[in-house]
């Protein structure tokens, strides 16, 4: 089955500055890749995804890189806030209805 | 926030007593979950269910089982509770299969002594 590893699995930031959390799957066959944004004691929430035929996706301050190739992809955060603090989980998933999370990345953003 | 509602939020339980959790949701998605979270383990799938009396296992179902008799309603059982299953569960909907968008319930907290 699907195996997605991420990295870091914390991450600190000062205020301002930018983050990326980087993913990696095992099955070329993954054709969605969601990013989910979890606060402390909050449910996850999704927060962007991007599809196997995209190669970029922009929202504002976050952004979603993919590499096929190379089968990884990754969350940029720009001008971070405080606010940003939570966890991060990306996933992958084929046309199945199984999701797969990687383990999380813990992000603090500092004043 | 989708309609998806959890209950209980938290429960304890102890050892060998069977345990059930439910999801009720209002979206009338075809697609509902179980997720289990672990600290460095991240979610993983339970079990899952395309639609009534339709489901199928997850990666870690092992101990688990899970009715769908309505399609707002999504049932999770704890047959026989162990220690190792002290975890928070989330319930998620979908309104297609895994590569749409997943909302999430509350989570509920267990914890079996």
């Known amino acids: 089955g699907e195996n997605v590893e991420q990295h870091p699995s914390t991450l600190s930031v000062q205020e301002g500055d930018s983050a990326v959390i980087k993913c990696t799957y095992s099955d070329s066959a993954s054709n969605y890749f969601p990013w989910y944004k979890q606060e402390l004691g909050k449910r996850p929430q999704l927060i962007i995804d991007i599809r196997s035929n995209v190669g970029e996706k922009k929202d504002q301050r976050i952004a979603v890189t993919l590499n096929k190739t190379a089968k990884h992809f990754s969350l940029h955060i720009t001008e971070t806030q405080p606010e940003d603090s939570a966890v991060y989980f990306c996933?992958?998933?084929?046309?199945?209805?199984?999701?797969?999370f990687g383990t999380g990345t813990r992000l603090q953003v500092t004043l | 926030d989708a309609g998806i509602t959890q209950s209980p939020r938290h429960k304890v339980t102890e050892t060998g007593t069977p345990v059930t959790l439910r999801c009720h949701q209002t979206e009338n998605h075809r697609y509902m979950y179980w997720y289990r979270q672990d600290p460095g383990h991240g979610l993983r799938l339970i079990h899952y269910s395309y639609g009534v009396k339709d489901t199928d296992k997850g990666e870690v179902s092992d101990g688990y089982s899970v009715s769908r008799s309505k399609t707002e309603d999504f049932l999770l059982t704890l047959e026989s509770a162990t220690s190792s299953q002290t975890s928070v569960y989330f319930c998620a909907i979908s309104v297609d299969r895994g590569n749409t968008e997943a909302f999430f319930g509350q989570g509920t907290r267990l914890t079996v002594v």
């Open positions: 996933a992958a998933s084929t046309d199945t209805p199984k999701l797969t």
